[in-house]
Nanobody, 121 residues
Framework: QVHMVESGGGLVQAGGSLRLSCAAS????????MGWYRQAPGKQRELVAS???????NYADSVKGRFTISRDNAENTVYLQMNSLKPEDTAVYYC???????????????WGKGTLVTVSS
């Protein structure tokens, strides 16, 4: 079983910065892509950014140039540096990892419980 635990959310003024962290723990054989999603009230969950095990990144258009995703493969941890935050970035942020617990296991998606980011205007 793989557990994902996020940290770093909170309240920040527009224009400010926050750094989210998410560590995967438990029985982990390997992890492919890791990413961050967010869900604002009344909206569907959307991809914010993702990163492969090789370091290739992908960002939503709305955060390009402001957010940076990174990961530490040795620690099974993914980070999201968020700069120039806007009120529309307010959402619950969820981390995701596509991984498997053993060499015989299929790759499945693991999710954290979410961390709230609130950006005040």
């Amino acid at each position: 079983q793989v557990h994902m635990v996020e940290s770093g959310g909170g309240l920040v003024q527009a224009g400010g910065s926050l750094r989210l962290s998410c560590a995967a723990s438990g029985t982990i054989f390997s992890i492919n892509a890791m990413g961050w999603y967010r869900q604002a009230p009344g909206k569907q969950r959307e991809l914010v950014a993702s990163i492969t095990s090789g370091g290739s990144t992908n960002y939503a258009d709305s955060v390009k140039g402001r957010f940076t995703i990174s990961r530490d493969n040795a620690e099974n941890t993914v980070y999201l540096q968020m700069n120039s935050l806007k009120p529309e970035d307010t959402a619950v942020y969820y981390c995701n990892a596509n991984g498997r617990g053993t060499v015989w296991s299929p790759f499945i998606d693991y999710w954290g419980k979410g961390t709230l980011v609130t950006v005040s205007s």
